[in-house]
Nanobody, 115 residues
């Protein structure tokens, strides 16, 4: 069993920045990924970025240049740095831990970009 907790959401003005963190705890295997998705009510969940336990990272092409992701493997925590935020980035950001078989989701953190 793996427990996933996100933090760092909030209200920010357009052009501002936020850093989200996702921490996984419990039975952590050697091979896993910690993924970020975002969801707006009534829309499909959208993939944002991920880190692998190996340290490899990925950000969806449309967000590269504004979003970066890093991993602190010792803490099983990744950090999603979001810069130059736009109102279209407003969503619930959800973290998923995936070991290639099982997946575990956090409760989500709200990001609102508004003036």
């Amino acid at each position: 069993q793996v427990h996933v907790v996100e933090s760092g959401g909030g209200l920010v003005q357009p052009g501002g920045s936020l850093r989200l963190s996702c921490t996984a705890s419990g039975r952590i295997p050697s091979h896993y990924s910690i993924d970020w998705y975002r969801q707006v009510p009534g829309q499909q969940r959208e993939y944002v970025a991920r880190t692998f336990g190996s340290g490899t990272t990925d950000v969806v092409y449309s967000l590269k240049g504004r979003f970066t992701i890093t991993l602190d493997s010792a803490r099983n925590t990744n950090y999603l740095q979001m810069n130059n935020l736009e109102p279209a980035d407003t969503a619930v950001y959800l973290c998923r831990f995936w070991d290639g078989g099982e997946e575990y989701w956090g409760q989500g953190t709200q990001v609102t970009v508004s003036s």
